[in-house]
C-alpha cells in the first residue's frame, strides 16, 4: 500500500496517525530522502529503512499521538558503530534527518438540510480540513449539479438523500460529529432533535430556528420525548454567534461557521 492510501484508510477510519518522511541524508544511508513511513496505532506501511531509524520513529511517533495538539518534529540519528540507539547499531556511515508529521483526527459536521442557508454553509465549511456530511430529504438539494459548487473542497464532502428518515444518519456518524439541524420542516427539525438527544457520542447539536420555535420544540422534547432538562439543553438555539444579527443565507451561514470554528479549537484544546 503506497504512503497516500494509507493516510486515507487512516482518515477513513476517523484514526490518528503520523507520517515519517526521511527529510536529509549526509552519506550512506538505508533509504533516500523522501522515503516515507505512515504509522498508526497498531500498524505501519512503507519503510525509512528498518533497524534503529525505524524502531525509534515508530516509537517516537506512538508517543506523539498521545500528546494533544503534537506539532511535527525533526529527529537526528548518526548512522555509525559508535552511537548505539534502543533498538541496535546501524553504521552506514552517514547522517538522517526524519521529520514526523501528526495526522490528526479531523473535525466532522453533519448539515442536516441544504436549502439556502445550508448550502451558503457548506461553501464555507468545504474550505477547511474537515468531514462534511450533507443531508437533506429532497433529492435537488444535493444532486451533483447543485453541489458543483464544492468541486474545489478541502473537506471530504459526503452528500445523502434520505427520502424517508433522515434522522437514521445519525447513527452512521462519527463520534464526536458536530450536528446542525436546519431543514425546510419544522416536523423534521423536531424528529431530529429527539434523534439527536439518544445518539451517544455527537458533539455540538445545533438548531436553526426563533424562540418561539424553540419554545414549543423543548416542550415537546420533554412531554413527547421523555426528556430531562439537562438533556435537552444539549441543543444549542438559536445558532452562530450571537452579535452577528444579519438575516440574509450568507450571513447566517458566516455567523454558524464561526461558531464551529471556535467548538473545533475547544476539541483540539
Do not use: Y
Not at 34 to 56: H, Y
Amino acid at each position: 500500500m503506497t504512503w497516500v492510501a494509507a493516510v486515507a484508510r487512516l482518515r477513513e477510519r476517523r484514526e490518528t496517525g503520523v507520517l515519517v518522511t526521511v527529510a536529509t541524508v549526509r552519506g550512506h544511508a538505508p533509504r533516500k530522502a523522501g522515503a516515507k513511513l505512515v504509522v498508526g496505532r497498531t500498524e505501519t506501511w512503507g519503510s525509512i529503512g528498518g533497524g534503529n531509524i525505524e524502531a525509534v520513529a515508530i516509537d517516537r511517533a506512538r508517543e506523539l499521538m498521545d500528546i494533544r495538539g503534537a506539532e511535527p518534529e525533526l529527529m537526528e540519528f548518526a548512522l555509525n558503530d559508535k552511537v548505539s540507539g534502543p533498538h541496535g547499531v546501524q553504521c552506514c556511515g552517514g547522517a538522517v534527518g526524519v521529520l514526523l508529521e501528526p495526522l490528526p483526527v479531523v473535525p466532522a459536521v453533519a448539515v442536516f438540510g441544504v436549502g439556502h442557508v445550508g448550502l451558503e454553509l457548506s461553501r464555507i465549511l468545504a474550505r477547511h480540513e474537515i468531514d462534511l456530511h450533507l443531508v437533506d430529504t429532497r433529492p435537488e438539494m444535493v444532486s451533483a449539479e447543485r453541489l458543483a459548487v464544492l468541486a474545489d473542497a478541502v473537506a471530504q464532502v459526503h452528500a445523502h438523500h434520505v427520502p424517508l428518515l433522515p434522522e437514521e444518519v445519525l447513527a452512521e456518524l462519527a463520534p464526536g460529529t458536530h450536528v446542525l439541524i436546519m431543514t425546510h420542516d419544522h416536523a423534521e427539525d423536531a424528529a431530529l432533535c429527539d434523534a439527536a438527544l439518544r445518539t451517544p457520542g455527537l458533539g455540538s447539536i445545533g438548531l436553526i430556528g426563533s424562540s418561539a420555535k424553540w419554545a414549543r420544540f423543548r416542550k415537546r422534547l420533554a412531554d413527547e420525548g421523555g426528556h430531562d432538562d439537562a438533556t435537552i439543553d444539549r441543543i444549542t438555539t438559536p445558532i452562530g454567534l450571537p452579535d452577528i444579527t444579519g438575516k440574509e443565507p450568507a450571513t447566517i451561514a458566516v455567523s454558524v461557521a464561526a461558531s464551529l470554528l471556535l467548538a473545533f479549537e475547544a476539541d483540539r484544546g
